[in-house]
């Protein structure tokens, strides 16, 4: 297997302009470099390389367009307070894409080497990572099934590629509470499937219920189970609910993603809840739970947690024909608690307590 030390480098002779933080949106711009690796069986892992963004050449009969074998995870890199570069727990991603190749049958880049070739990718390209404290630079690395062949069985070859993305806010909304339909037609996931991974089929099953959702005024979609009485998960997102002084979240059960952003989200949770005068469970929750606790008036917020929004408060959810608007449409105090303790991390306001932050 390469070496670290390995990884080449060839510098792009054109560097494109950067785009003002105030326009960036969210995955719009790509920076002037990618890293590359390759996996061939017998062989392995090999040829590491920064390289110029570039278009990919595959074979028309790869694995990836016939098979479904791809499989991506996302992160960020922060300009800190100091004015230094930071990754916010990179470790997690490249653990829980081995996880995902897993289950997909496919070869996992070494997570020592991926780290290597995003840190190194991210040094190359630091000068498009925003100054802005409302912006970031996404990173996108992906693995897809490269081998020419058809008949079903996985590949003996891959790619590994990360991508980087300057970007503001997700939604348009920005931090402000989003419209959510809740989806009674189609599901997301079920148990068994590839509802934990971040398989690129397991997004594809989101996009018509989320399309027909924006076309009647709604950002995104909160999911259900196979037989839309639990809930799963809010668009993209994890979810949490707080009824009363109970924040609650669905427990991982094999069809919703594991969420760094909910890891950090519950460790702040269960570390101030004292303070916060909550008590926090991660458990089933069932749609007339919620709606309940919104006829009692003891519905007080409702948020999701991702890399790409951070903490996104939910202020109408779509249910059953109504409209029903949580927290007076306004972002609630555990939103907002847990955005500013996130971010003030990310952004080297505040220390860091947990390590999830690696400086470059």
Known sequence: MPQMSQIQIKLNAKS??????????????????????????????????????????????????????????????FRQTNGKIALFRPSF???????????????????????A????????????????????????PTLIATEPFLGVRPSKEYLCYVIL????SYYKEGVNPIKIW??????????????????????AASLLAAMQARTKGYAQVLWLDVNHHFIEEVGT?????????????????????????????LRLLYDHAVKLGIKVEERKITMAEVMAAQKNKSLKEAFGTGTAAVISPIGELHYQE?????????????????????TSIQYGEKPDLYNWIEQL
């Open 16 to 77: 494109n302009l950067l785009p003002s933080s105030d326009k960036l949106g969210f995955g719009q711009y790509f920076t002037d470099h990618m890293f590359c690796l390759n996996y061939e069986e017998g062989p392995g892992w090999n040829n590491p390389r920064v390289i110029p963004y570039q278009n990919l050449s595959l074979d028309p009969a790869a694995c990836v367009f016939h098979y479904g074998q791809a499989l991506f995870e996302g992160m960020k890199a």
């Open 93 to 115: 991603n490249t653990q829980r894409m081995s996880q995902g190749a897993a289950r997909l049958c496919m070869q996992a880049p070494p997570e020592d080497l991926l780290l």
């Open 117 to 140: 070739g995003i840190r190194e990718l991210v040094k190359v390209d630091q000068k498009w990572v925003p100054a802005d404290r409302s912006a970031s630079l996404y990173i996108r």
């Open 165 to 168: 993305s300057p970007v503001g």
């Open 182 to 203: 809740v989806e009674e037609e189609y599901v997301r996931a079920t148990p068994g499937g590839l509802g934990a991974t971040k398989a690129g089929a397991n997004y």
């Open 237 to 265: 997102m994890n979810v949490f609910f707080r009824i009363g002084d109970t924040v609650i979240t669905p427990e991982l059960n094999g069809s919703i993603l594991s969420g760094g952003t909910r890891e950090c989200a």
């Open 322 to 342: 109504q409209a029903w608007e949580i927290g007076n449409g306004k972002m609630g105090s555990l939103a907002q608690f847990l955005y500013q303790e996130i």
